[in-house]
């Protein structure tokens, strides 16, 4: 035979095992129904992954789970449940009726995430479908807060009554009830909805049977409020206005932080600005997005199945192309824009109509009580009390809305009667630390994040003032694993989980989120944490630029000259 034969056509990848569990789920129903009744604390591996479309995720308590093995008995299965909140706008009444399932069902606290979401934790398998139903008759929804679709649609979280920030929280619960599946499984296993054609086709018109390759994060803001980072979103859609008038919305496309370790194939990347469409024309665009990442997102490799993989993978001219495609027409350029701000949101504000918020600062977003802060206790009488809306921020931090001038005082008497910590009382790197769960309930965590958050920033904090740098605004974002649920590749210091007890170290990125941290370091002890640290402030001290932040500073010297600074004098 001839050797110049064209070659065969080389067979399409294996599908990811979870791509087949989406396929025969019949929508996402699965036998979930029936795993919930059968007996045992925890769910089958297909149940586990539907699950997760429909908010929760199965987890362990991994303190115990050791000691129980020795002794030959089950780990302590329990389950996250994550509510699907746009924008982190809550009622008065939500919030109370969220607080009411944390002792019902959960362990007694709520969790602010930085998705503008609430998390509740410790929910046996027996009360997870109660538990939902809760959440639902609240008038809010736990579907598709996990899984590959889209997740809960993020925005600026400042209740400033303007143009600009109406528009953004209308446009987020906009898209947030838009783009939910229109499967009716989720109604049918948690809220006894009855199936009357259960042999009729389900349509998914935008997600298809087997739905998204991964998840898909989408965050909109206009450049003068970047709190959400929206360049760490699959879809970071730009609002640009022109005084109170909407000029359109830039399609940031790319970004997340999921990354392997051990797989130098996977990355976090900054979404990356493709095209601009109308102001009338923002659905559209975002379901255009949607389909392309949906038809050409990696299914074989759940590693690498990010939309930010199909940019890299295929090009930004192709990407244009393929977006344009979906959406029918040549799109035009993205709108210039004024640069990019992170305003703090804590403590007082006016809204603009009269009336203030008070942003109150939420260590790891856990509301809880203990022997001197009763927080939970104090949350909730104000909200029983004053019935104010709130809104849950980006920072996990919650702003209460709506007060009255002659409300203030009332207010802030009564929080600091149960000892709440405002956000004047803290130093400003302690105001701006983000950190996951992590341990003990995250099954993917390598180290701890929550639980050392605040021994962490106090070892930092005597190095800052070391250096006369305690007023200065230093993010520090901490996570358990390399997942980055805390975006610690984006502002001026990531820690990442790399092994039990240590951490790689990231820095040089930027506060206002327009640039990626670099990894500097890694299996930082933490106990060493502050000591590495401490000569890059020194010499951050000595050798910043007039205005310069930390990130920026560290971004000038490059990581050659930073790692000289080191204890040792290089890279550990």
């Not at 990442?293 to 295929?314: F, P, Q, S, T």
């Not at 769960?437 to 190095?463: H, K």
Request: hydrophobic share 40%; net charge negative; proline share 6%.
């Amino acid at each position: 035979m001839s050797a110049d034969l064209p070659a065969a056509p080389a067979a399409p990848p294996k599908l990811s095992a979870v791509e087949g569990v989406k396929e025969q789920s019949r929508f996402l129903r699965g036998d979930i129904a029936a795993d919930l009744t059968a007996p045992g604390t925890s769910v089958t591996e297909a149940s586990y992954n539907l699950l997760k479309f429909h908010g929760s995720y199965e987890q362990y308590d991994r303190d115990t789970a050791t000691a129980l093995k020795k002794q030959g008995l089950e780990k302590e299965y329990q389950f996250m449940i994550r509510a699907r909140i746009p924008g982190g706008r809550i009622t008065a009444d939500q919030y109370l009726a969220l607080d009411a399932i944390a002792d019902r069902y959960a362990n007694g606290t709520v969790r602010i995430t930085t998705r503008q979401g609430i998390q509740f934790h410790g929910v046996l398998k027996g009360n997870l479908k109660p538990t939902i139903a809760d959440i639902n008759h609240s008038l809010l929804t736990t579907m598709s807060a996990c899984g590959d679709v889209v997740r809960n649609v993020m925005t600026t979280p400042a209740p400033i009554r303007d143009a600009v920030h109406g528009r953004l929280e209308a446009d987020a619960r906009f898209l947030s009830q838009r783009l939910l599946p229109k499967s009716r499984a989720y109604y049918e296993i948690f809220l006894d909805e009855e199936n009357l054609t259960p042999d009729a086709p389900v349509a998914e018109p935008l997600y298809g049977a087997t739905y998204l390759p991964r998840k898909f994060k989408i965050g909109l803001a206009a450049p003068e409020d970047n709190t959400v980072d929206i360049l760490t979103h699959d879809l970071g859609v730009l609002a640009v206005f022109e005084g109170d008038q909407l000029q359109g919305y830039n399609l940031n496309l790319g970004g997340g932080h999921g990354l392997t370790h051990t797989k130098p194939g996977t990355y976090a990347r900054m979404g990356s600005p493709i095209a601009s469409v109308g102001p009338g024309e923002l659905l559209q665009g975002a379901e255009a997005v949607i389909r392309l990442y949906r038809d050409h997102g990696n299914r074989a490799d759940r590693k690498r199945a990010r939309l930010k993989y199909v940019l890299d993978d295929m090009g930004l001219d192709w990407t244009r192309a393929e977006l344009e495609r979906q959406f029918g027409r040549v799109l035009a350029d993205p709108l210039p824009h004024a640069p990019f701000q992170v305003p703090d949101h804590l403590g007082w504000h006016e809204q603009g109509d009269g009336r203030f918020w008070l942003g109150l600062p939420i260590a790891s977003g856990r509301i809880q009580d203990g022997p001197q802060i009763r927080l939970r206790t104090a949350l909730r009488t104000l909200f029983e009390n004053w019935a104010k809306p709130a809104v849950l921020t980006p920072q996990q931090d919650i702003l209460i809305a709506d007060i009255a001038a002659n409300e203030r005082d009332e207010i802030e008497a009564h929080l600091r009667s149960h000892g709440v910590v405002f956000a004047e009382e803290l130093t400003a790197v302690r105001r701006w630390a983000l950190a996951c769960p992590a341990l003990p309930t995250c099954g993917l965590a390598l180290s701890e994040a929550e639980r050392i958050r605040e021994p962490l920033i106090d070892s930092v904090e005597v190095a800052l003032r070391k250096h006369g740098l305690i007023d200065e605004r230093i993010s520090i974002r901490i996570t358990g694993c390399p997942n980055g649920c805390a975006r610690p590749y984006a502002g001026d210091i990531g820690l990442v989980g790399r092994t039990p007890g240590t951490f790689a170290l990231f820095v040089g990125g930027d506060f206002e989120g327009t640039r990626l941290n670099a990894k500097l370091t890694e299996k930082v002890p933490e106990a060493s944490i502050a000591d590495t640290l401490d000569p890059l402030f020194g010499a951050f001290a000595k050798e910043r630029l007039p205005g310069e932040g930390f990130g920026d500073y560290c971004h000038r010297q490059g990581l050659d000259r930073l790692a000289t600074l080191l204890p040792g004098g290089k890279a550990l």
